[in-house]
Each structure stands twice: as structure tokens, then as C-alpha cells.
């Protein structure tokens, strides 16, 4: 039986079908976990060998990977941060209890940039995660083990989490879905925390299906975050093909690589001819969420990893790399008295106007494209090279997360390198359906250009 | 705004921060902060006279729940403190504060 490249809700039919059992699927990944991750490394806690995980009943679950800042009971968590090498949670995330809950179980923990402090997944403490396109690139971040496992169909899908472009970046350098919920979708109970206003877990999956699918198990109010929203539409209606007025900002299409502003201009052509407005619209340019997120992201790490004192759980402070150091001391450095109002009130103002001018946009739109990212995935190390040590790589990430709304990467064919481009959909808050329709609907018309199947030839 | 930090406000705010740094550390640190400082003053581009800062991207307001009707997911002691290098007798041994 062929399975290579099967999405998940193909795989999870052929189980109710009884023509694969949990334990077959295991295997068969874990084969492949063993066969390709010497090259990639996207796990920092590679699946069990021994039998299958187990899902909430005791039962042998669905395999589903889970990015290594997910509290799961019994099996060691260290968002790539060598201060957690040996802490071994004693409870699950909440989206891990619900995934659980479904007959999923966890299949690793996937590497990430330490405490997901980075786009490119190299701040990690295991070492990088290598893009399966080209293993001497980065496979992008901070979900970058998620992504690039998913990719490379060592899992069928995996579950992420990003701050400002964790889920969506690495999801456009490696060729997948990636969904970014809108901000109180889903709970950031268990999730080992970074900026606490921002981040939202996600799914990182090969169809638009899937990731629907993930979004309606993993999402709703929950008692332990109290950030958390009542919960959304139990069953997203992606198949139906509505009219949708799509805003272009033609801020979002500075500096991008000519192959990436290509495949904008033809996907927009194609969006036209599906019989979608294009309409040009005004933003705040996305270079000030740049600054934004600098700001407060910083401001909330240094308060959020002030927890790891080595006392109640971890090793101590001097197990801290080198970037979660300038990110503690520059947000200390914002929040300390005499700076308050100059760096963190300013931002929070700047954020407010940013949700505004959202909210102003999509009274006249139903969505945004913009290319995911200006750049198409890059050499390991050379980060520190382009302005601002890559922090301009989440330029186009920011502003969506500054604003807490939805937003998902669609992957759309390769540039003239042979490496994957990434388009996203943005909406209005808790608008995921609309995103999850177009991207669907450009899913069905374009089959996302082959790129998936591309990969997997090299990946067999 | 100041775009530079001196050697002592480094100190110092390592010392908040509960961090010990290498010399190299330091040497480095003070010059990504200017960077990053002057990348930032791009803020004082926008108008804010009219806006509130705000905390919370969706509006929401506080929520509560009853001491005692959430304990679902309540540790033992032994759970609480299976992760701790620093414990006695069941508790979490602390840095003395007093001296």
C-alpha cells in the first residue's frame, strides 16, 4: 500500500475503513523518522520505536508531532532550550489533551529555535533543522522541525505555535499549510510561553483540510487561559465558493524577490478569473510592526523566562543561549523605569493603531493577500547578514500577529531556485473560515502548483 | 532618545535580569541594543495622541472562576516538585534572601 504524501484525513479515513491500524501508521512513519531525520534533524525527541503512543483512552493514537514548547505528561519538553534538557512535564497542554482526546498521540517533539526565539530554527540548542528542499537551508522558524517533518512526510501533520510568523514562515520555506488562529482561538495553557499577547498554536499540515480539520479539534474557551475566546464554528464550511473581496497593500510587496512578486501577480490573475474583486487598500506599513514586535515580544520574554531560576524546575540562568540573553536584556531594558513610556507605552499605542487600521481595511475587504515572506528560504548562518540580524525575514508575519487576527500560508509552486513560495490570506478576527475557503478553493484550482509531490520524490 | 548604553547600565541591567555575561557578551549585547534602538525610533513616525495603549488585542475582560471549582488538573506535592534539582524533604530548597 502506497501512503507517501496521503494528507491526514486521508489516512485517518483509511483507519475507520480498517485498512490501517494506528500501529501500522506508526511504524510506517517511525521507519521514516529513522531513514531521513539524520539529514534534517527535526526532532529533539524523536517518536517511540517501542509501540505506538497512546492516545487519551489508553488506546494506540494517530501519529500527530507536536513542536517541542508543548507540555506533554511524561515525555520530555525543552523548547530547544538546554535549561530544560531533562524536564519531563507533568501535564498536557491543552491542545494536547484534546488531540489526545481524539485518538491522536503524540509521534516527537519537533525542534524549534530555542524558547522560539528566531526565524530560522539555528538558535536551537540541538543544532538547526535543515530544510528538506535544500539541506544546506534553513528550514525557517521558530516551528521549523514541524514544518520540515511534515514536509518531508516523516508525520503526517504537526502541530506549531507562532508569536509572529513561527507557524507561517517556516510553513512557506518547506512548502505546507500553515495557520495562524486568530489570537484566543486556541489556549496557550501548557504552551511553554514566549510573548504571552501574541503567541497562538497552529497547525502545520499538507492540505488546507487538515488544517480546518486540526483547527475545529484544537480551538475553544478554556478554563485554564483566561485570554481564551468562546469557542468558533464547530465545522468549517471551506467548500463553499463565495465572492470574496481581496485587498492588495502594495506596502506588503516591498523588496520582495522578483520570483515571489511573479507568483503574486499570477495568483491574483488566477483569483480574478475564480470571479474575486481585487481591490488596492491602505496599511500601516508593515515596517513599524517590525518595531512593535521588537518592543513588547522583547518586554514579555524577559518577564516570561524570568520563571527558570533553576529552583522549581530546569537547570539555572547560565544554561541561556546567546539570543534569549539580548531578548531578556533588551526587554528588560524597555520595562525598566525611565523607558516605560518612551519604548513599551509607545508600542502598545502603535499596536492599537495597527488593530484599527485592520478593523478600517476589512470594512471594505473580506481579505488580504501578501506574499508570506520578501525572501525564499536561505543559507544556514546567514541570518546576521541581512538588516537587523533576519528580523526583517517576519516583516510580513508581524503586522497580523500585532493585530491578533487569522492568517494562513498557502504554498504556491517554486521560484527559479527550486525552492518553495509562500502566499498568505489574512482576515478580520475569527474570520479563519474565509481564510480556510480561499486558501481550499486555491488548493483545489492549482493543486498548489505540485509542489508537495515535488518534494517526495526525493523523499520516497 | 538615548542611543547608546554605558558600561555601568549594562551591569545593571544584567544584574536585573538575573544574568551573568561574558565580557564578549557584553561587548556584543551594547551594540545590537543601538541597533535596535534606532531601528525602534520609527515609532515616533506615527501619531498616538489619539489612541490608548491597550493590552489585549480581542477586548476581552477579566474572567474568573471560584477557588476550588478548577482543581482538575491540580498537582501532588510529588508532581510539583518532580523537576526541581533544588528540593528537600518535598520542598523546593530557595536561594537564601536574608543573610
Given at each position: 500500500m502506497n501512503l507517501i504524501g496521503k494528507s491526514l484525513l486521508?489516512?485517518?479515513?483509511?483507519?475507520?475503513?480498517?485498512?490501517?491500524?494506528?500501529?501500522?501508521?506508526?511504524?510506517?512513519?517511525?521507519d521514516r523518522v529513522e531513514k531521513y531525520d539524520k539529514a534534517l534533524n527535526c526532532f529533539v525527541t524523536p517518536p517511540?520505536?517501542?509501540g505506538t503512543g497512546l492516545a487519551q483512552n489508553g488506546a494506540e493514537g494517530f501519529p500527530i508531532a507536536f513542536k517541542d514548547n508543548f507540555n506533554t505528561k511524561g515525555i520530555r519538553t525543552t523548547a530547544s532550550s538546554k535549561v530544560l534538557d531533562t524536564y519531563i512535564p507533568p501535564y498536557n497542554a491543552t491542545v494536547v489533551e484534546k488531540l489526545l482526546g481524539m485518538q491522536f498521540a503524540v509521534f516527537?517533539?519537533?525542534?524549534?529555535?530555542?524558547?522560539?526565539?528566531?526565524?530560522?530554527t539555528e538558535t536551537s540548542d540541538y543544532g538547526p533543522t535543515n530544510n528538506p528542499w535544500d539541506v544546506s537551508r534553513a528550514a525557517g522558524g521558530s516551528s521549523g522541525g514541524s514544518a520540515a517533518a511534515t514536509a518531508a512526510y516523516l508525520v503526517p501533520a504537526a502541530i506549531g505555535s507562532e508569536t509572529a510568523g513561527s507557524i507561517r514562515q517556516p510553513a512557506a520555506w518547506c512548502g505546507l499549510v500553515g495557520l495562524k488562529p486568530t489570537y484566543g482561538r486556541v489556549s496557550r495553557y501548557g504552551v511553554i510561553a514566549m510573548g504571552s499577547s501574541w503567541d497562538c498554536p497552529g497547525p502545520i499540515t499538507r492540505t488546507v483540510e487538515d488544517?480546518?480539520?486540526?483547527?475545529?479539534?484544537?480551538?475553544?474557551?478554556d478554563p485554564y487561559d483566561a485570554t481564551t475566546l468562546p469557542a468558533g464554528n464547530s465545522k468549517y464550511e471551506i467548500r463553499k465558493t463565495k465572492k470574496m473581496r481581496i485587498g492588495v497593500c502594495k506596502d506588503y510587496l516591498e523588496n520582495i524577490d522578483p520570483d515571489i512578486q511573479k507568483r503574486f501577480d499570477e495568483t491574483v490573475e488566477i483569483l480574478k478569473k475564480l470571479g474575486h474583486e481585487i481591490i488596492p487598500v491602505t496599511l500601516i506599513s508593515p515596517k513599524y510592526s517590525i518595531s512593535v514586535y521588537t518592543i513588547l515580544q522583547r518586554s514579555e520574554v524577559s518577564s516570561n523566562l524570568n520563571r527558570y531560576d533553576g529552583v522549581r524546575y530546569g537547570k539555572d540562568r547560565t544554561f541561556f543561549g546567546e539570543e534569549a540573553k539580548r531578548r531578556i536584556m533588551l526587554g528588560t531594558y524597555s520595562l525598566s523605569h525611565g523607558y516605560y513610556d518612551a519604548f513599551y507605552k509607545k508600542a502598545e499605542k502603535v499596536r492599537q493603531l495597527i488593530i484599527q487600521d485592520f478593523e478600517s481595511a476589512f470594512q471594505t475587504v473580506d481579505l488580504i493577500i501578501a506574499p508570506t515572506t520578501p525572501l525564499t528560504a536561505i543559507k544556514?548562518?546567514?541570518?546576521?547578514?541581512?538588516?537587523?540580524?533576519?528580523e526583517v525575514m517576519d516583516v510580513l508575519n508581524e503586522p497580523a500577529a500585532a493585530a491578533g487576527i487569522p492568517a494562513i500560508n498557502v504554498p504556491m509552486g517554486l521560484d527559479s531556485q527550486n525552492l518553495p513560495i509562500g502566499l498568505q490570506f489574512m482576515a478580520g478576527r475569527l474570520q479563519e473560515e474565509k481564510i480556510l475557503?480561499?486558501?481550499?478553493q486555491l488548493e483545489q484550482e492549482t493543486n498548489f502548483m505540485g509542489v508537495r509531490e515535488a518534494l517526495l520524490k526525493r523523499y520516497e | 532618545?538615548?542611543?547608546?548604553?554605558?558600561?555601568?547600565?549594562?551591569?545593571?541591567?544584567?544584574?536585573?535580569?538575573?544574568?551573568?555575561?561574558?565580557?564578549?557578551e557584553m561587548t556584543k549585547i551594547g551594540s545590537q541594543f543601538e541597533e535596535t534602538i534606532k531601528y525602534v525610533e520609527n515609532l515616533n513616525d506615527l501619531d498616538t495622541s489619539q489612541v490608548s495603549n491597550i493590552t489585549n488585542v480581542t477586548g476581552q475582560e477579566n474572567k474568573f472562576f471560584e477557588d476550588g471549582t478548577e482543581n482538575k488538573r491540580l498537582f501532588t506535592q510529588e508532581q510539583a516538585t518532580a523537576n526541581s534539582n533544588c528540593k528537600k524533604n518535598g520542598l523546593f530548597v530557595v536561594p537564601k534572601v536574608f543573610k
Open positions: 486521508e489516512l485517518k479515513g483509511m483507519v475507520e475503513k480498517k485498512q490501517i491500524s494506528h500501529a501500522e501508521l506508526w511504524k510506517f512513519f517511525s517511540s520505536k517501542e516527537g517533539k519537533t525542534n524549534m529555535d530555542a524558547w522560539a526565539h528566531g526565524s530560522s488544517a480546518a480539520y486540526l483547527l475545529e479539534i484544537i480551538q475553544g474557551e544556514k548562518g546567514e541570518f546576521e547578514k541581512y538588516p537587523f540580524f533576519g475557503s480561499i486558501a481550499y | 532618545m538615548k542611543k547608546t548604553l554605558t558600561r555601568e547600565e549594562i551591569d545593571k541591567l544584567a544584574k536585573l535580569s538575573n544574568l551573568t555575561l561574558s565580557e564578549a
